[in-house]
């Protein structure tokens, strides 16, 4: 499995964090907005990580706590997992957030990644 990750976080930034935490070896690469925001879009980089790697919708799963990229996922028939976090609380899902990401067309709802050995088992049960 190749793993790409993607932010809406100015990408000099994102490549920092990434590399503050050691995620940097985990992604074979990683995209950040641009300067030029008129050629940025969720959208157009989940069309780039694609195009780049020769993907199929199927073969993306993406995981957000906003709709945008729920839906643009979707869009291309890619697996999304909305992420319901309950920031406040530093545990459990946010309810509000849960229900816009189900419209949003989320295929899965997690409250955080403390439990992510068992939702990698999941998707790769799943075939994502």
């Excluded at 503050?20 to 780039?48: C, H, T, W």
């Excluded at 890619?78 to 189900?102: P, T, Y």
């Excluded at 989320?106 to 439990?115: E, M, Y």
Aim: contains cysteine; glycine residues 10%.
């Amino acid at each position: 499995m190749t793993c790409y990750l993607a932010s809406g976080t100015d990408q000099v930034y994102v490549l920092d964090e990434a590399a503050a935490l050691g995620l940097s070896p985990y992604f074979a690469s990683i995209y950040g907005a641009l300067d030029d925001y008129q050629n940025y879009s969720k959208k157009m980089v989940i069309e780039r990580i694609l195009n780049e790697n020769h993907l199929r919708g199927p073969e993306l799963v993406t995981f957000g706590d906003g709709y945008v990229e729920i839906e643009d996922t979707k869009a291309v028939g890619g697996i999304a997992v909305g992420v319901a976090s309950d920031e406040a609380h530093r545990q459990g899902i946010n309810e509000w957030k849960r229900q816009r990401l189900i419209q949003a067309g989320a295929d899965l709802i997690i409250p955080d990644f403390r439990q992510h050995e068992r939702l990698m088992a999941y998707l790769m049960e799943t075939g994502a």
